[in-house]
């Protein structure tokens, strides 16, 4: 038993129906450690978003999310912590607002901050307006429509915000039907914090996808596209607004999606992440680029380092910009010279660093570090040296006396000779030399990577290593952070060799003595659901899988996708082009293959997930359970890409658990179960067979 509060029982406990539980729910195996985390103790850890601190650091702000059991919904709070010397303390404040939609957006040179939030009058998100030294709070707008991303004007005078260009009447629409991928134009707002008045900064003639504003507070940069469907983000491009004339100016014309454009502090230069090369072609990994205003060419900073860009900012010199840069199992802070493209790293260690945030003026940096111990403490960097500060104990109750298990980086080499790497977590309790069952769990993405820490909620990492489990998360090719040439090895193929960077892993593992071979399991969720269905049409090794939200056939899913020109490059175009390349569309598609699998599976997905719909888990369902192979589907009703509500992916961790359990011919697992009970006045029929 673990640390927190929690009760066992039977799965019919939770607000799911009786007619989602086709098999009994299994006792917990007696190889758990006996300190290590429950489901219930592992879900109900807070988690940390959206972090900023005040001008000079004394103020340090984040959302904390956690689950509530009986509402069944993560609630997300605003927290404060006043900061000196010897440490951070958590400000009581009564006027926060229930689940802000943004972080605090501080004032600059002051502690006073801003916060979008629902308005209790309309629902809309609305920016509302706190003073940390007399305790005022106000809302600021009661814009139709709500608002969204705020800026503050340098001197302080204003905020910026975007929002609909026209609201339209609600009472209206609901007579009529939009047509399908169409949207309001989008407009920039200025709210005067002295007068409240509100006027139009830019109205956009199309959809705004993004702006900043310039150090000196002059110029705005705005991404803008004037065609609506979802796919065609490329069409995007970069405008410049003087806030002084109004004046308007192009910046790009190129079809390329920049991500967070940021222009340089003196508004003459800017720079933004794109997933392409420096000839603009596309498929590359997220890199960096800087042009002069006027320049109809970028410069792309780095092209030979192997470093996936995922934020960065410019210093207040313009000399420079710092960057957040994924090496695959790490993540760090870089500094890159913005003349000659020099890099240099910053914090070093086995962690990942998230909700990154620098203040220019002081220099100050922010960040969250998530490593095996810990989910993600807040830590101020110091630049000269990264030496890390830790500024918050977020976890420090939560994790007292709960033994978490041990992570290193594991290399092998695929059969090919290519060096690959991944993360590999012994279960609590290892003994060298004695053999476990090893769950393998493969990325989403797959433009993404396995890193330290890795507290995600969908793989539950701390629960697998406490039930005695070794788990493997590799870095197979077509995942980014180890350079173009790694991520593009699905470009023409998407299968060419990123599952037998899998297998060839859990070979290694297996020659390593860590792995039984006849214990092994596979799970996933997205792009680790594609490769999960994949696994099991072409081998039986496994003894049990889960897959979630993953593909059946590519064709289908290029048509109900939500996102589709990334997948183009796999295949070699549309599955509906004249001459389309429709033979590696159907060799990819696991359903067809779907007569060979023999492995026990379970197959997930969200009821309104429309990245990867719940057509494609209920076509692998259907394929297997044909075969007379073991299987079963749950579709969380109302769900997105992703699980949201708790009693949904704490269902998905004892169903598994359960699974692997009986698959294994392990003691019966019995389920994990809050102390509040979460059955809803629906009857709880949330997940459907």
């Known amino acids: 038993m673990g640390k927190l509060s929690s009760i066992r029982g039977s799965l019919a406990a939770l607000s799911i129906s009786a007619a989602a539980m086709p098999v ?18 592992f879900l109900e850890l807070p988690r940390v978003a959206s972090v900023s601190a005040s001008h000079d650091g004394r103020y340090l702000s984040y959302v904390l999310s956690a689950p509530d059991w009986g509402e069944d919904k993560a609630v997300k709070t605003l927290r404060i912590l006043r900061c000196g010397d010897d440490g951070c303390a958590g400000l ?5 607002p229930e689940s802000p939609e943004t972080e605090a957006i501080w004032r600059p040179g002051s502690h006073q901050f801003v916060v979008v939030a629902e308005a209790e009058e309309d629902g809309d998100d609305q920016i509302h307006f706190f003073d940390l030294e007399t305790g005022a709070a106000s809302q600021v707008t009661d814009h139709p429509g709500g608002v969204r991303q705020v800026s503050w004007l340098p001197d302080a005078s204003a905020l910026i915000y975007e929002s609909d260009a026209e609201a339209g009447d609600k009472a209206a629409r609901k007579w009529r039907i939009e047509p399908f991928g169409s949207a309001d134009a989008d407009a920039l707002y200025r709210v005067d914090m002295t007068s409240g008045e509100t006027s139009v900064v830019f109205a956009s003639a199309g959809l705004i996808e993004g702006y900043s504003l310039s150090e000196n507070g002059r110029y705005l940069i705005v991404r803008q596209r004037f065609d609506p469907v979802a796919e065609d983000r490329d069409a995007a491009e970069l405008w410049r607004i003087d806030l002084r004339t109004g004046d308007s100016r192009q910046l790009t014309d190129n079809r390329i999606r920049e991500n967070g454009a940021r222009l340089a502090p003196n508004g003459e230069a800017f720079a933004y992440i794109a997933s392409v090369n420096a000839a603009g072609e596309p498929y590359y990994e997220d890199n960096l680029f800087v042009q002069t205003v006027g320049d109809e060419v970028p410069r792309l900073l780095f092209p ?21 840069g994924n090496s695959g199992l790490r993540s760090q802070l870089y500094r890159v010279r913005v003349r000659d493209g020099a890099l ?6 086995d962690h990942s660093l998230s909700d990154w945030t620098y203040d220019a003026a002081s220099g100050r940096h922010f960040g969250r570090f998530a490593d095996a111990q810990n989910p993600g403490e807040i830590h101020e960097i110091d630049p000269r040296t990264g030496a890390l500060r830790q500024r918050s104990a977020i976890y420090a109750t939560a994790l007292d006396g709960v033994t978490l298990p041990e992570q290193r980086a594991f290399t092998w080499s695929a059969a090919d000779g290519q060096k690959l790497e991944g993360l590999l977590v012994y279960p609590v309790g290892y003994q060298e030399g004695q053999r476990y069952p090893l769950v393998t769990i493969t990325h989403g993405g797959p433009r993404s990577s396995a890193q330290f820490g890795s507290w995600n909620a969908s793989r539950y990492v701390p629960v697998l290593a406490g039930q005695g489990y070794a788990v493997f998360l590799p870095n197979h090719r077509g995942g980014t952070g180890y350079g173009d040439a790694f991520m593009r090895a699905m470009v ?4 060419r060799n990123a599952h037998t960077d899998v297998l060839s892993g859990v070979d290694a593992l297996v020659a390593n003595g860590i792995a039984d071979p006849d214990r092994l399991i596979k799970m996933g969720w997205s792009a680790g659901g594609h490769m999960t269905n994949r696994l099991i049409t072409m081998t039986n ?14 064709v289908s899913l290029f048509g109900e996708s939500d996102r589709r020109s990334g997948r183009i490059p796999w295949f070699g175009g549309t599955p509906w082009q004249e001459n389309a390349p429709l033979p590696p569309y159907r060799s990819q598609s696991p359903v067809f293959d779907a007569w060979k699998v023999r492995t026990p599976t379970l197959f997930w997905s969200g009821g309104d997930d429309e990245r990867v719909p719940p057509t494609q888990a209920i076509l692998m369902f259907r394929a297997v359970r044909d075969t007379g192979t073991p299987t079963a589907l749950y579709l969380g009703k109302k769900e997105p890409h992703n699980f949201r ?14 699974w692997y359990a009986e698959h294994l011919g392990r003691d019966a697992y019995e389920a994990d179960i809050p102390e509040i009970d979460p059955r809803t006045e629906d009857g709880g029929d949330r997940i459907a067979p």
Do not use: C, M
């Not at 030979?304 to 957040?324: M, T």
């Not at 023409?492 to 299968?495: D, R």
């Open 541 to 554: 090794r496994f003894v049990a899988a889960s897959s979630g939200a993953g593909v059946a056939d590519w």
């Open 92 to 96: 009581a404040l009564d006027d926060l």
């Open 645 to 658: 509500r708790p009693s949904h992916k704490l269902f998905k961790i004892n169903r598994e658990l359960a």
């Open 24 to 41: 009994q729910i299994y006792a917990q195996d007696a190889t758990q450690g006996e300190n290590s985390l429950d489901p219930v103790e």
């Open 492 to 495: 023409g193929n998407y299968f």
């Open 304 to 324: 030979h380092e192997p470093l996936e860009v995922q934020d960065f900012a410019w210093d207040r010199s313009g000399e420079s910009i710092w960057v957040v």
């Open 344 to 349: 240099t790293q910053i914090t070093s260690g």
